[in-house]
């Protein structure tokens, strides 16, 4: 990818994760927020979003890191097992054990006494559903062989990220960070390739004009007198 295009997936990603959380903010924190509007508190609520603006950046930029390292892991991956079969083989298994993870480690921590464990395969099954779709519109922009890696990143990684929110437990932030994750990883995801495809058109254009404009060996040659 061309350093043009990788400034503009960071930029983008991160005004994604600033409107998206700005977006979501306001619907999990409305019941806060609702006063500032009713009463017109402009200060307030440009305060209020700006904060929450600020948070989707940080988000955003977790994003983004949890991207780049799953990159370099998946590179790692496919040289040490050398065939990617096996290595989507281990991917797939260490997907069942986060999503696992994501419903026994919560249950045990945050679970009162005889509360059934129903209540939390909430997250794991929307990060599983989430997981799905988007792996499913990746395999159909590239390839099948894509569809176990951006399964990997959307489960695994997006949880790795939300592990500080997770072991607070608050609903709140589970969804504000939970949601911001989830949608800049996908458009992450999504915008790769077609980042790449370009950055690659755009080098094949620039090596096309320098040899376009390379002078003959009749206009180099030195004049007689």
């Known amino acids: ?16 994760g600033g409107l998206t959380t700005a977006i979501v903010g306001l619907v999990v924190r409305w019941s806060e927020l609702q006063p500032y509007f009713v009463d017109f508190q402009l ?6 979003i700006l904060w929450l603006v600020v948070m989707g950046f940080l988000f955003s930029a977790i994003s983004q890191m949890g991207f780049f390292a799953y990159l370099t892991v998946h590179r790692f991956g496919l040289g040490i097992f050398k065939s990617a079969s096996l290595w989507n083989g281990v991917q797939v298994i260490l997907i069942l054990f986060a999503l696992f993870d994501l419903v026994y480690l919560r249950y045990n921590a945050f679970a009162d006494k005889g509360e059934s ?7 794991a099954a ?16 590239t390839n099948q062989a894509a569809f176990i890696p951006a399964l990997f990143f959307m489960i695994v990684v997006t949880i790795v990220e939300w592990v500080p929110v997770l072991r607070v437990n608050d609903s709140n932030w589970l969804y504000l960070m939970g949601v911001t994750l989830s949608i800049c990883n996908a458009y992450q995801l999504l915008m790769l390739h077609k980042l790449n495809a370009q950055s690659e058109q755009e080098r094949q254009n620039k090596a096309l004009q320098k040899t376009n404009h390379k002078p003959s060996k009749k206009q180099t040659k030195k004049p007689s007198i």
């Open 117 to 123: 464990i129903l209540p939390y395969l909430g997250l």
């Open 126 to 141: 929307a990060a599983l559903i989430i997981g799905l779709t988007v792996s499913w519109f990746k395999k159909q922009q």
């Open 1 to 16: 990818m061309t350093s043009r295009n990788l400034v503009r997936l960071f930029m983008s990603t991160l005004l994604v």
């Open 43 to 48: 200060k307030d609520i440009i305060s209020a």
